[in-house]
């Protein structure tokens, strides 16, 4: 079954630390793969997506992430978290045949410290 | 303005007593979905339409119905909502192309089922 696994639940990070958040999917086809953010109270907002190409891609507010084909992972980066990072982050992929749904990680809630 | 719009925003109901929460898009999405998002769960996926008239069970479908009679709305249902419905509501629209499926997100709907 398809399946997306974030292994971190709850992660606490002071000002200034690197954040990695890890992401890992089951699917055999080709995949669009995303991460999402939600800051308290807040709606799913992108953060940064994959569809081809360079598997090193940049997002907003400075983050980045890296498509892993053979390991079937998107680590999500950020060299230095600021408190306003506090959020939590899913990531999701989304098959590009057929029915196209997304199925998202359990999320991962960063807080950071100031 | 691309938006996906849902109203409610926080709807607090008693046990049996029928109500719809609304999503209406304005970026001539083909697909539209709706989730509850649960702690620790994620966000499961109740039901998703690739194109109107085309609706189909997503991964946690009981108790809920949806219609696509218009391309732009896409109406959750609940005829008879129980307790274990309590939960945060989010509708998300998206295109069905390759390159394209990035999922724009409602405000989202804090249901309360007493």
């Known amino acids: 079954a398809q399946s997306v696994s974030q292994h971190n639940h709850h992660v606490i990070l002071s000002e200034a630390a690197s954040l990695e958040l890890g992401c890992n999917y089951s699917y055999g086809g080709t995949v669009n793969l995303f991460w999402y953010v939600q800051y308290p109270g807040q709606h799913l907002q992108l953060l940064l997506k994959y569809f081809s190409g360079d598997p090193l891609v940049k997002g907003i507010k400075g983050f980045e992430a890296e498509f892993i084909k053979s390991k079937f992972s998107f680590n999500l980066r950020k060299p230095s978290v600021q408190w306003s990072d506090t959020a939590e982050y899913f990531c999701?992929?989304?098959?590009?045949?057929?029915?196209?749904?997304?199925?998202f990680g359990t999320g991962t809630r960063l807080k950071v410290l100031a | 303005e691309a938006q996906v719009t849902q109203n409610p925003r926080y709807l607090i109901t008693v046990t049996g007593k029928k109500l719809t929460v609304t999503c209406s898009q304005n970026?001539?999405?083909?697909?539209m979905s709706w989730y509850r998002q649960d702690p620790g769960l994620g966000l499961r996926q109740i039901y998703y339409?690739?194109?109107?008239?085309?609706?189909d069970k997503g991964d946690v479908p009981e108790g809920y119905k949806v219609s696509r009679k218009e391309k732009r709305n896409f109406p959750l249902i609940l005829e008879s909502p129980s307790p274990n419905q309590t939960s945060l509501y989010f509708c998300?629209?998206?295109?069905?192309?390759?390159?394209?499926?990035?999922?724009?997100f409602g405000q989202g709907t804090r249901l309360t089922v007493v």
């Open positions: 339409s690739m194109n109107v008239e085309v609706t």
């Open positions: 998300a629209s998206s295109l069905r192309r390759r390159e394209s499926t990035e999922a724009f």
């Open positions: 970026m001539n999405h083909e697909y």
């Open positions: 999701a992929v989304n098959p590009t045949s057929g029915t196209y749904k997304y199925i």
